[in-house]
C-alpha cells in the first residue's frame, strides 16, 4: 500500500530547515521562526550542548573520587560541581529533554495537527528557558562565588551561604515559568489539534506520556516557583518562614520543594515511556498489548507520583505517621509503572522482534529502568531508607531511573526518529558497538555506587574512608567507559548528519503519522491536506512491510481496515 | 433572556458577594471558636464559586474540561496541604 | 487561559501551604496578629475588588452582548481605578505596620511571640505579591483598553478582552481568600 508521500511522488516543497525559496533558513530562520519543528531543534542544540557541559561536571568529580586524600578538588569547588551538574542535568536537560526537543518536533505531527496551540509563546518559551540557563551559568561567574547548596537549596543553609545563591534560584525560576508555559501549550494542542478520527484512544502512546507530563508540569512546577521566590525573599527580607529562629519550620521548605520535585521526575520519565510504547509495537511488528492500560498508567503516575513527595524526608524530622503514609503511597506508585513494563515485554510475545538500535536502547532502558525502579523499593521502605538514605545508593538509584530511564529513551527517540527529522540514514552497527560500551560502563558505574552506597558511602562527600578506595577507582573507570560510549554515540550521529546516506520515508515500518510524512518533513506538516484518521497507532501492513498504513480517502482507509482484520 | 436581565444578572451576583462579605466579616466579630475558620472558608468558597460561575462565565462553558480545571486545582492542593498536615500535626 | 489561572492558584497555594501549617502551630499568636490589622480597611478593599469585578464583567459584556466599545472602556477604566484605589488603601495598610515596627527584622517583631513573626511575614508576602499580581492585573487591562479606543477588539474578537478581565477576575478570588484569613481570624 502507497505512503501518502509516495503516492504525490515528489520531493517536498521545503524542507523544514529551508525557507521557501531554497535557501537555508540559517541562524536568523530558526531565532525567529514559530515553526513547532524549528523549535525543536533549539530546543535540541541547547539541551545537547548543556548535557555535555554537565558531564565533564561529572567526569571531574569522579576524578576527584579517585583518591581519599586527592587534591585535585577543593571540598568548596566539590560542593559547586555537584551542585551544577545537578542543576544542569535537572532542570536544563532532563525536566524539559522529551517534552521541548520531541514533543515540539513531533506532537503537531502525532496528532495530525499543523503545528502547537500557541506557536509564538512556544518560541518565547525557548528564550525564557535560554534566559534562564544563561542566569544559572552566569551565578557561576559573576557574584560571590558559584552555589554549593546542592540542586536542592535545603534551607538554612541556602539562606545562609554566602555564595550567589539568589542568582542561581532565579536562573530556575525562570526555567519553570518556561516548563509552566511548555505544558499549557501542549495540552492545548492534544486538546484542540487533533486531526479527524483521531480520538484519544488513538493517540499514540507517545503523545500519552507527554500529555500527561504537561499536566504535571502546570500543576507542579508553580509550587517550586513559588518556593524559590521564598528563598530568595528570606534571604533578603527575613520573613521568617524558614527561619527557626522566628519560628521556621526548615522542614517545610522539604515539602514545598519535594511537593515538586518528586512530580518533577515524573515529567522526567512519563514522556520516555510514551516513546518506548511507540518504539514496542514497531519493532515487534505487533500491536501494544494493553494499550489503554499503558494509557491510563500514565495518568495513575503522574497523579499518584504526586503524593509520594515525602520519601525523600524520612529521615529529616518528618512524623513517623506522616512517614509511613508516603512510604505506603510509594508502594503504590510503583504499580502501574510495574504494569507498563509488563506490557511492552508482552507486546513482543510471538511478536516478530528486530533489534535495531532505537529498540536496542529501548531494550536497555527497560533492563535499566527496571533496576532503578527495585532500588527504589529498598528506598522506599523506612528500615532500609535509613540506612541508605544520603548515601550512594540514592545516588545510583536516581541514576539508573533517570540516566537508564530518560536518558535511555531520549537516546532511543533519537536513534528512532534521526532519519526522519534529517533525511540522513546513521551507521547502525557503530550505533549498536556504542550502545554496548555505554551500557557496560553505565552498570560498572552504577551498579558499583549502589554496592558502595549500601556499604555506608555518603553521597556529596569529596573525600571517603580509605576502605571504599577499591570501589571508587572501580566505579570510576566505569565511568570513564560509559563517556566513552557516549562519545561514540554522538559521534556516530554527528558524523551521520554531516555525511549520512539519504534515509527514507519509513526506515522503521512505523505506522505513526510521523512516518507517511517524507524525510525530512516539509516546513509545513500536511500541506492542506490533514490526515483522517481510520485506526489506531500501531496496526501493521504485514511482518515485513515498511509501507505505512495512514491513507487520507475514504476508500483506502476501508481497505486497511479489511487488512487489519487479515491479521 | 434580554440584554437587561443579563446586565441585572451581574448586579445580583455583586450584590451577594456585598453581602456574603458582610456576613463574615460580622461571624467574625462573634465568638464561634475553631469552627469559626470552617465558616469563613465556606463563605470565601461560596464566594468564589459565584465569581467562577457567572462573572468568568463558567456557568455557560460547555466544555467538562475547564469547568474541572479549577476543582482540579483546589483538590491538588488539598492534597498537597493534607498530607502535609499529616506531618506538621503528629510530630 | 484556564491552565494559566490553574498554575497561579498553586503558586499562591504554596503560601496558603505555609499558612495553614502556621496557624495550626500557632493559633492564639494568629489571632493576635490578626487584631493589628484594620477590619474596616480589609472590609474596604474587598469591596473595592468585589466592585472592580463587577465592572470588569460588565466590560466584557459590553463587547460580546452589547457590541458598545466606548462603553468597554468606561467600565475597564473603572476597573482599573478600583484597582488604583486598592493600592492606596493597601499602602496606607502597610506604611501603618512600618510605623509601628511590625514588619521583618524590625526590633519590635522580632520580640513578639514566634507566630506573630511568622503571620506577619506571610503577610507581608502574600498580600505583597497578591499586590503585584494587582499591578499585573492593571497593566494587563491598561493594555486591554487601549485596545478597545483602537477599535481592535469587536464582538468577534474580543478574546484578549476577555482573557484580560479573567486575569482580573483571579487577582479578586485570590483576595477574596487572603482577606479571611488575615483579618478575620477570631
Redesign the interface.
Known amino acids: 500500500m502507497a505512503s501518502h508521500a509516495e503516492s504525490t511522488g515528489h520531493h517536498p516543497a521545503h524542507p523544514w530547515y529551508r525557507n521557501e525559496d531554497g535557501t537555508r533558513a540559517g541562524l536568523r530562520g530558526f531565532l525567529t521562526s514559530t515553526n513547532h519543528k524549528r523549535i525543536g531543534i533549539l530546543y535540541m542544540s541547547a539541551i545537547l550542548t548543556f548535557f555535555a557541559i554537565a558531564v565533564v561536571l561529572g567526569v571531574l568529580m569522579r576524578i576527584q573520587m579517585l583518591s581519599p586524600d586527592s587534591k585535585f578538588l577543593s571540598g568548596q569547588a566539590y560542593n559547586s560541581l555537584f551542585t551544577i551538574h545537578g542543576i544542569m542535568m535537572i532542570f536544563l536537560v532532563v525536566i524539559p529533554g522529551i517534552p521541548t526537543i520531541f514533543g515540539n518536533f513531533f506532537l503537531p505531527i502525532l496528532i495530525g495537527g499543523e503545528d502547537m496551540s500557541f506557536p509564538r509563546l512556544n518560541l518565547f518559551s525557548w528564550y525564557l528557558y535560554m534566559l534562564g540557563a544563561f542566569v544559572v551559568l552566569a551565578s557561576l561567574a559573576f557574584g560571590t562565588g558559584p552555589v554549593d547548596t546542592g540542586w536542592t537549596f535545603y534551607v538554612p543553609y541556602s539562606l545562609n551561604s554566602t555564595v550567589n545563591v539568589p542568582m542561581a534560584v532565579f536562573g530556575v525560576f525562570l526555567l519553570g515559568m518556561s516548563s509552566?508555559l511548555t505544558?499549557?501549550n501542549i495540552?492545548?494542542t492534544v486538546?484542540q489539534h487533533r486531526a479527524p478520527g483521531m480520538t484519544f484512544f488513538r493517540l499514540p502512546l507517545s503523545v500519552w506520556g507527554i500529555y500527561s507530563t504537561a499536566w504535571v508540569q502546570?500543576?507542579?512546577?508553580?509550587?517550586i516557583?513559588?518556593?524559590l521566590v521564598?528563598i530568595m525573599?528570606e534571604r533578603i527580607?527575613?520573613?521568617?518562614?524558614f527561619d527557626a529562629s522566628?519560628?521556621?519550620?526548615p522542614?517545610?521548605y522539604q515539602?514545598?520543594f519535594w511537593?515538586y520535585s518528586h512530580p518533577a521526575v515524573y515529567i522526567m520519565i512519563l514522556p520516555a515511556m510514551g516513546i518506548i510504547s511507540d518504539l514496542f509495537p514497531v519493532f515487534s511488528r505487533k500491536n501494544i498489548w494493553g494499550y489503554k492500560t499503558i494509557a491510563f498508567s500514565s495518568l495513575a503516575i503522574a497523579s499518584v507520583g504526586?503524593?509520594v513527595?515525602?520519601h525523600h524526608?524520612y529521615v529529616s524530622?518528618?512524623?513517623?505517621?506522616?512517614s509511613i503514609?508516603?512510604s505506603f503511597l510509594t508502594f503504590l506508585v510503583a504499580v502501574p509503572s510495574a504494569i507498563k513494563v509488563f506490557n511492552w515485554v508482552a507486546t513482543m510475545y510471538k511478536g516478530s522482534v528486530k533489534v535495531d538500535p532505537p529498540f536496542l536502547y529501548a531494550l536497555g532502558f527497560i533492563a535499566l529502568f527496571s533496576i532503578g525502579g527495585l532500588t527504589g523499593l529498598v528506598l522506599g521502605a523506612l528500615s532500609t531508607d535509613v540506612h541508605t538514605h544520603d548515601t550512594y545508593f540514592v545516588v545510583g538509584h536516581f541514576h539508573y531511573v533517570i540516566f537508564g530511564g530518560m536518558g535511555f529513551g531520549l537516546f532511543a527517540a533519537i536513534h528512532y526518529w534521526f532519519p526522519k527529522m534529517f533525511g540522513k540514514t546513521y551507521n547502525y552497527r557503530f550505533a549498536t558497538i556504542s550502545f554496548f560500551v555505554l551500557f557496560v560502563g553505565f552498570n560498572v558505574f552504577y551498579m558499583t555506587m549502589l554496592i558502595l552506597g549500601w556499604a555506608g558511602m555518603p553521597r556529596r562527600y569529596y573525600s571517603y574512608l580509605p576502605k571504599y578506595t577499591d570501589l571508587q577507582v572501580i566505579a570510576t573507570i566505569g565511568s570513564w567507559v560509559m563517556v566513552g560510549g557516549l562519545g561514540m554515540m554522538f559521534g556516530n550521529l554527528i558524523h551521520a548528519f554531516f555525511h549520512g546516506k539519504k534515509a527514507e520515508a519509513n526506515p522503521w515500518g512505523g505506522a505513526t503519522l510521523e512516518w507517511t510524512l517524507p524525510s525530512p518533513p516539509a516546513f509545513e506538516n500536511w500541506e492542506h491536506n490533514p490526515p483522517v484518521i481510520t485506526h489506531g497507532p500501531y496496526v501493521f501492513n504485514g511482518r515485513d512491510s515498511h509501507a505505512a498504513t495512514r491513507e487520507t480517502s475514504p476508500a483506502a482507509g476501508a481497505a486497511a481496515e479489511t487488512e487489519k482484520k487479515g491479521h | 433572556m434580554t440584554h437587561r436581565s443579563h446586565f441585572l444578572r451581574y448586579i445580583y451576583i455583586w450584590i451577594a458577594l456585598i453581602v456574603l462579605t458582610g456576613i463574615t466579616v460580622t461571624t467574625a466579630g462573634l465568638n464561634v471558636g475553631r469552627i469559626g475558620i470552617l465558616i469563613v472558608l465556606a463563605i470565601a468558597a461560596t464566594k468564589s464559586t459565584l465569581v467562577l460561575l457567572w462573572f468568568m462565565h463558567l456557568s455557560t462553558e460547555k466544555r467538562l474540561l475547564l469547568k474541572l480545571l479549577v476543582p482540579i486545582a483546589i483538590g491538588a492542593l488539598a492534597i498537597f496541604i493534607g498530607l502535609t498536615y499529616s506531618d506538621v500535626l503528629t510530630r | 487561559m484556564w491552565l494559566f489561572i490553574l498554575s497561579e492558584i498553586l503558586i499562591f497555594g504554596g503560601l496558603f501551604l505555609l499558612y495553614a501549617m502556621y496557624r495550626a502551630k500557632h493559633p492564639a499568636d494568629f489571632h493576635a496578629g490578626s487584631m493589628e490589622l484594620s477590619r474596616f480597611d480589609g472590609t474596604l478593599n474587598t469591596i473595592i475588588l468585589l466592585t472592580s469585578s463587577l465592572t470588569a464583567a460588565l466590560a466584557v459584556y459590553s463587547t460580546q452582548e452589547l457590541n458598545k466599545s466606548r462603553r468597554t472602556a468606561w467600565y475597564l477604566a473603572a476597573t482599573i481605578g478600583f484597582g488604583l484605589a486598592f493600592l492606596v488603601v493597601k499602602t496606607f495598610e502597610w506604611a501603618a505596620k512600618f510605623e509601628h515596627g511590625l514588619y521583618p527584622r524590625a526590633a519590635v517583631l522580632d520580640a513578639r511571640p514566634h507566630g506573630e513573626i511568622l503571620y506577619f511575614g506571610l503577610y507581608f508576602t502574600m498580600t505583597g505579591l497578591h499586590a503585584l499580581h494587582v499591578i499585573i492585573g492593571m497593566t494587563v487591562l491598561a493594555v486591554v483598553l487601549s485596545w478597545v479606543i483602537q477599535n481592535k477588539v469587536t464582538q468577534q474578537r474580543s478574546a484578549i478582552l476577555e482573557n484580560g478581565v479573567m486575569y482580573w477576575h483571579l487577582v479578586d478570588v485570590i483576595w477574596i481568600f487572603l482577606f479571611p484569613l488575615f483579618y478575620l481570624i477570631s
Do not use: E, N, R
Not at chain 1, 246 to 249: H, I, R, S, V
Not at chain 1, 317 to 322: C, E, K, L, N, V
Open positions: 509552566i505544558g499549557i495540552v492545548t486538546h502546570v500543576l507542579a512546577t508553580p509550587v516557583g513559588i518556593t521564598l525573599v527580607v527575613g520573613i521568617g518562614v522566628k519560628g521556621g519550620d522542614i517545610l515539602h514545598l511537593i504526586s503524593l513527595w515525602g524526608m524530622g518528618q512524623s513517623d505517621t506522616a503514609l508516603f
